[in-house]
């Protein structure tokens, strides 16, 4: 009588033979989030972040399902880079609703006054403390220099690039970041150089109001007016019914936006904004 001898089950690797072969995995996920996101964000913490989730995923692998390893732990690992980010909470609800009731009182009180509010202004036609005016003017900056990167701010979900994104929506998305590119370049002297160093070089208030003559307080009110004219700057070509509408329709103010806006139509076209961004729509390294 013969013995049939049942194949031996193929065992599952170990946790850490998982974790060692999978180690480069973390680190391409993150450099690919990181290539979207502003210089401040720790590359630290989303690493921590990946690197447990890695293990987590090689803890709770069961290789009898048929399922590839590195595709099951790929979506373990970009949940919690996304976690990490919503962390952050850049653009919170409680945030956008704050800017935009800070937003309103300062649109107001320019009106009325005929220049930019003071802070202490703004605590005071708002009822709040100036420190909280602070705290919102700052979180608020934080979710625009996710915009001035080239991406709208918005929940964690928006950072992570879109595999399935179209050529077409690709195209769009370039296009406007080369229409941002433009909008700083042709910003008045004062304004662009407010935007530049606070926002791509990373500088402290105190520094760029020693470097201009100017108070910190003078600092963040060009600030502002920089990143209104932006807004209104880019909206103007990519979606003219959310421009602000001026007070004084014909007047100076309203005639030099005007002028504004057409430069930065002037000072570019397809080709030129497209340059900003390679076939993926992430920047490249533009030289002289």
Known sequence: MSLSTAP????????????????????????????????????????????????????NFDADRGIPFGGFATTRIRGALLDELRGLDWASRS??????????????????????????????????????????????????????????????????????????????????????HTAIAVLPDRLRRVVEAYFFQELPMADIASELGVTESRVSQLRAEALILLRDGLNAHLDPDLVTEPDRPGGCVARRREAYYAQISANGDLRSRLSFTDHHGLPLTRTA
């Open 95 to 180: 945030v956008r609703s704050r800017a935009r009731r800070l937003e309103n009182a300062q649109q107001q009180l320019t009106a009325t006054l005929g220049r930019t509010p003071t802070p202490a202004e703004l605590a005071e036609a708002m009822g709040v403390a100036i420190d909280e005016i602070k705290a919102v003017d700052e979180d608020v900056q934080r979710a625009v220099v996710l915009s001035l990167q080239g991406f709208a701010a918005g929940t964690a979900e928006d950072l992570v690039p879109e595999r399935t994104a179209g050529p077409e929506d690709m195209l769009v998305h370039r296009e406007k970041v080369g229409y941002l």
């Open 8 to 59: 031996a089950p193929t065992a599952n690797p170990s946790v850490d033979e998982l974790v060692r072969s999978h180690l480069p995995l973390v680190g391409h996920l993150v450099r690919e989030m990181l290539s979207r996101l502003p210089s401040h964000v720790s590359r630290e913490d989303l690493v921590s972040a990946g690197m447990a989730a890695l293990a987590g995923a090689a803890q």
